[in-house]
């Protein structure tokens, strides 16, 4: 059964500071997806990881995908307020009947701070 | 109209009730997702349809009753609902289900069973 696993489930920063988000999975996958969420709205697409060692970049947020060790990352550069979010990865099954299907991390809920 | 829409936004409805949430997507994709959103769970994969044809049931209880007409509309028939069922519904589309296709999700309905 693939599980996927987020931490910190939790992460309050101030502006102007890096962090990492990190995504762990179970079982093999070479596709993974990040989503973020603001809050009483629904779930946007932010990157799509496709291979091994992919790495996308967009503004402060920049994510990778490491399928041996079966983990992405989601970083964040210089937080500033309006990256408070909750962020989602989502991995997805690449065998059987299940193929395509995705399962969701719990979700990461970052307040940037001033 | 873009993107994916979904309506009732809220709905309220007594363990008796039979009510219907529907999904609507313009993005012209052939797949359809219903997934449930609680507090605290991550997201969970209900149902998938592929060119109108369901291809996933995620082991949901009878009383929730996926129907799709064709590419564009989904719903889901509720009937006698329990509160524990209460939850954020969100459908999404995306092009195809063989993998490696982003998925669109809709603002979602904000279920409460009393």
């Known amino acids: 059964e693939l599980k996927v696993e987020q931490n910190p489930l939790f992460l309050s920063m101030q502006e102007g500071k890096n962090y990492t988000i990190y995504c762990n999975y179970s079982t093999t996958s070479d596709r993974l997806y990040w989503y973020r969420q603001d809050p009483g709205k629904s779930l946007e697409s932010l990157f799509v990881?496709?291979?091994?060692?992919a790495v996308k970049q967009e503004g402060r947020l920049m994510a990778s995908l490491d399928t041996k060790a079966r983990l992405s990352t989601l970083h964040i550069t210089a937080a500033v307020h309006d990256l408070s979010a909750t962020y989602f990865c989502a991995v997805e099954r690449n065998y059987g009947g299940s193929q395509g299907n995705l399962i969701f991390g719990k979700g990461t809920k970052l307040s940037v701070k001033p | 109209e873009t993107g994916v829409t979904q309506t009732p936004r809220h709905l309220v409805m007594g363990m008796t009730n039979k009510k219907s949430l529907k999904c609507e997507q313009h993005?012209?994709?052939?797949?359809m997702y219903w997934y449930k959103q609680s507090a605290k769970k991550p997201l969970e994969l209900m149902f998938v349809y592929n060119f109108k044809e369901q291809t996933e049931n995620n082991s949901v209880p009878s009383r929730f009753s996926p129907e799709c007409p064709n590419s564009s509309h989904l719903f889901l028939h509720l009937h006698t609902l329990q509160p524990e069922d209460s939850a954020l519904y969100l459908c999404a589309s995306s092009r195809g289900t063989g993998g490696a296709d982003t998925q669109y999700f809709g603002p979602g309905t904000r279920l409460t069973v009393l």
């Open positions: 990881l496709l291979s091994n060692g």
């Open positions: 993005l012209g994709h052939n797949a």
